[in-house]
């Protein structure tokens, strides 16, 4: 099992390999309520670290999904774009977004491991 690093943006990664997948936290699925539509990325398309690479909508606002590392779009949940209620049934699990060959894993470093995502969500929902 690889290890799950963590945005400030609400995404979680992990890889293996030079593939990494992508989603957004249980947090962002709590803060955003009842999700009715998501758009992923292109395959084949280049990605930069905070870049935006997808839309998710639901019934309080819209958000777009940031991409925490750079790389190239190999694959993506098509599951999620015809049932996107999925996202907030399993969003750290089979709700991922895409994924990613990396182009530079020292990207991952910048990234928060559980415990700190932990405290960071918790304070910025104060």
């Given amino acids: 099992?690889?290890?799950?690093?963590?945005?400030?943006?609400?995404?979680?990664?992990?890889?293996?390999?030079?593939?990494?997948?992508?989603?957004?936290?249980?947090?962002?699925?709590?803060?955003?309520?009842?999700?009715?539509?998501?758009?992923l990325p292109e395959k084949g398309i280049s990605v930069e670290?905070?870049?935006?690479?997808g839309v998710v909508e639901s019934t309080k606002a819209a958000s777009d999904v940031y991409t925490p590392i750079s790389g190239e779009v190999v694959d993506t949940?098509?599951?999620?774009?015809?049932?996107?209620s999925k996202i907030n049934e399993d969003?750290?699990?089979?709700a991922w977004f895409f994924k990613l060959k990396m182009k530079d894993k020292a990207e991952?470093?910048?990234l928060m491991n559980k415990d700190e995502y932990d405290k960071f969500a918790k304070e910025s929902a104060n």
């Fill in 1 to 39: 099992m690889s290890d799950t690093k963590y945005s400030k943006e609400h995404e979680w990664i992990t890889f293996e390999g030079d593939i990494a997948t992508i989603g957004i936290t249980k947090h962002a699925t709590e803060m955003l309520g009842d999700i009715v539509f998501a758009e």
């Fill in 49 to 53: 670290k905070d870049g935006t690479a």
């Fill in 77 to 84: 949940n098509q599951s999620i774009v015809d049932d996107p």
């Fill in 91 to 94: 969003p750290e699990g089979s």
């Fill in 108 to 110: 991952l470093d910048s």
